[in-house]
Antibody, heavy 120, light 107 residues
């Protein structure tokens, strides 16, 4: 059974930093691209960042480029999102999601989400 | 970036109704389109990919069609479990983008 388990969310002040983790099980982790998708309260889904299975290529939404860094440790089956210079508008539930086919395809598995609140 | 526009924003319907949701891409994405269902407090669930392929385990009352820039999600006979918010998503190219969502609520 595929499981994705996020952790690391919490309350942080504007300008602060936070690192999210997503532990994967039930898959050959390094075979699949992964992404972070967020959802601000009462709003829709926003793709944030993605990384290929080998970790050799990363992608970012313009809204987080230069502030967030995605990475993965395939030996630990874990995906990360380092978030710096956080703003109030980064407040959201952050989901990690697995792409269905290697480095492409839709998101066939999602974690349960971790809440990030940016507030003073 | 490819913009995804969904309509309607909300939809009121009754059990047994046929429901159609539309998604338009700002440029040609061939068939690289997925549909998701999300219920409050839960992660999205993949329903359809490659515009019209039903994900394993998804009831056959859900169907998708379209290619290029115009796509539709149809629920042939709405069931109580189907009241939720639905999102389209293009995975033709980065940045990946979602439509704004369509909330299907009870009439």
């Amino acid at each position: 059974e595929v499981q994705l388990l996020e952790s690391g969310g919490g309350l942080v002040q504007p300008g602060g930093s936070l690192r999210l983790s997503c532990a994967a099980s039930g898959i050959t982790f390094n075979n699949y691209a992964m992404s972070w998708v967020r959802q601000a309260p009462g709003t829709g889904l926003e793709w944030v960042s993605g990384i290929r299975g080998g970790g050799d290529q990363t992608y970012y939404a313009d809204s987080v480029k230069g502030r967030f860094t995605i990475s993965r440790d395939n030996s630990k089956n874990t995906l990360y999102l380092q978030m710096n210079s956080l703003r109030a508008e980064d407040t959201a539930v952050y989901y990690c999601a697995k792409r269905e086919v290697a480095n492409t395809g839709p998101f066939d598995y999602w974690g349960q989400g971790t809440l990030v609140t940016v507030s003073s | 970036d490819i913009q995804m526009t969904q309509s309607p924003f909300t939809l009121s319907a009754s059990v047994g109704d046929r429901v159609t949701i539309t998604c338009r891409a700002s440029q040609d994405i061939a068939s690289w389109l997925a549909w998701y269902q999300q219920k409050p407090g839960k992660a999205p669930k993949l329903l359809i990919y490659k515009a019209s392929t039903l994900e394993s385990g998804v009831p056959s009352r859900f169907s998708g069609s379209g290619s290029g820039t115009e796509f539709t999600l149809t629920i042939s006979s709405l069931q109580p479990d189907d009241f939720a918010t639905y999102y389209c998503q293009q995975y033709s190219s980065y940045p990946l983008t979602f439509g704004g969502g369509t909330k299907v609520q009870i009439k």
